[in-house]
């Protein structure tokens, strides 16, 4: 593998900080591994960088003076910190679009001087914030690759979970989505790119008009090597309880409710036991549902925990049920798989992306009343076949190192810039296919 001189565009990058910001770090470091790798981040993401000490090439600061201040102001007064409403998607792109137009002005004659290989813009990675950087490359001199992307996902229909989901504020700005279609720059985005790598089906098949130039990586987050060493060990003997766990925000669209309805049997039976880390608006209601259903005394909410304590749960775990119906990336499945908790999970989104046959369980999303019944039967099987349980645990914690630690993610991104600088052939990078599902308008 020849070593590239990657310009990397992360305006939000920060290890300090959690979910995107710090996913695109760890992203940028593993390729820093393996290339001569200059960070392009907003100023304010400077310190905290630095202070990581990642092998970076150079690390270079975007000044936004009067925007920087502004889009802090309304994080705080308008968006309260909610980093997941879309709304603030759409507020975000004239920071967008200012910090890549500034970064060309200071970076462009090193660019036509030959400082670099390649572009690469791994932040945002939501697909409907376009790049201005695509448009100054039109001709070159260097090739404008961008990804992981990953969002969009529609509204399957059949359950009422997603229904109340996106009737609580915010929500409804999904629905002006398309229009990101009309901003400037959004057709030169893809158009002028050399290569999209998508992160999730749903963006790949967005994009499938590309399809000369389009990759796929599962999901925009990755694994610590570390994480795999660490690994807690399970207690107990062979006669131990079947250990069930749910993990996540106890939100409508995390639909922990069904992992309550799918184990009840097994539960009631005094057969599993269930826990659910996490916390949110819907634990009472699961509360409640659990003492209709009879399973109380075999069910445990640990309430909010921090990441560490999340991983011995997970190790502990035979099975981690995780039936969200509208998951972009799923990070969790990832550790779930990392831990040797066998994935049960709903095919759609990135735990569907995700999870194979080789590894554990996705159930189609048909309608809650099916998607109960075959949760049911498929924790019946695993409860009842401790051999197939665990040639599944087995198979889930190769996978894991082999396919998604940071370091398995740089190796698949470097094959594509590999490609696009003329340094090597095009990867397979195809991705998984889907049982079809009624959507909603």
């Not at 969790?332 to 554990?360: N, R, S, Y």
Request: net charge positive; charged share 20%; proline share 7%.
């Amino acid at each position: 593998m020849n070593r590239l001189r990657v310009l990397v565009l992360a305006p939000d990058c920060n290890p300090e900080s959690v979910t995107t910001p710090q996913i695109a770090y760890a992203l940028a470091e593993a390729l820093a591994r393996l290339h001569a790798v200059t960070l392009v981040v907003r100023a304010a993401m400077e310190a905290p960088v630095r202070r990581a000490g990642g092998p970076f090439e150079e690390i270079h600061p975007v000044r936004l003076p009067g925007l920087d201040q502004l889009y802090r102001w309304a994080i705080r007064r308008i968006f309260k910190y909610d980093y997941g409403r879309q709304s603030l998607t759409a507020a975000s792109y004239p920071l967008q679009v200012a910090f890549e137009w500034r970064a060309w002005r200071q970076l462009r004659r090193r660019i036509r001087s030959g400082d670099f290989d390649v572009v690469l813009r791994i932040l945002p990675i939501v697909p409907v914030l376009p790049s201005p950087f695509a448009h100054f490359l039109r001709n070159g001199p260097i090739p404008f690759a961008l990804g992981p992307l990953n969002g969009g996902l529609p509204w399957p229909v059949g359950f009422p979970q997603l229904e109340i989901q996106r009737q609580q504020p915010g929500w409804w700005f999904s629905r002006l989505r398309g229009c990101y279609r009309y901003l400037p720059f959004a057709r030169s985005t893809y158009q002028k790119a050399a290569a999209i790598i998508a992160a999730s089906s749903h963006t790949f098949s967005e994009f499938a008009s590309y399809r000369e130039k389009l990759f796929f990586v599962p999901g925009e987050n990755g694994l610590e090597s570390g994480l795999l060493e660490s690994r807690p060990q399970a207690t107990g003997g062979q006669e131990r309880q079947f250990r069930l766990v749910f993990v996540g925000r106890l939100v409508p669209f995390k639909a922990c409710d069904l992992a309550l309805r799918g184990a009840a049997r097994l539960l009631r039976a005094g057969a599993a036991h269930l826990t659910v880390v996490g916390d949110g608006a819907e634990r009472k209601n699961l509360e409640e549902l659990a003492v209709s259903l009879g399973i109380e005394k075999a069910l445990t909410f640990t309430g909010w925990v921090e990441r560490a304590e999340v991983m011995p749960q997970l190790a502990q775990a035979d099975v981690f049920v995780f039936p969200s119906l509208r998951e972009f990336g799923g990070a969790v499945v990832f550790e779930a798989l990392a831990m040797g908790a066998v994935p049960v999970v709903a095919d759609f989104g990135g735990p569907g992306d995700t999870v194979t046959q080789e590894v554990g369980y996705k159930i189609g999303l048909t309608n809650e009343a099916d998607f109960v019944r075959k949760l049911e039967t498929v924790l019946d099987r695993l409860a009842l076949d401790s051999d197939h349980l665990e040639t599944l645990r087995k198979r889930g914690m190769a996978y894991a190192r082999e396919r998604l630690t940071w370091e398995a993610k740089a190796r698949a991104f470097s094959e594509v810039l590999q490609w696009v600088t003329g340094n090597g052939p095009k990867p397979d990078l195809p991705p998984p296919t889907h049982q079809s599902l009624a959507v909603a308008s």
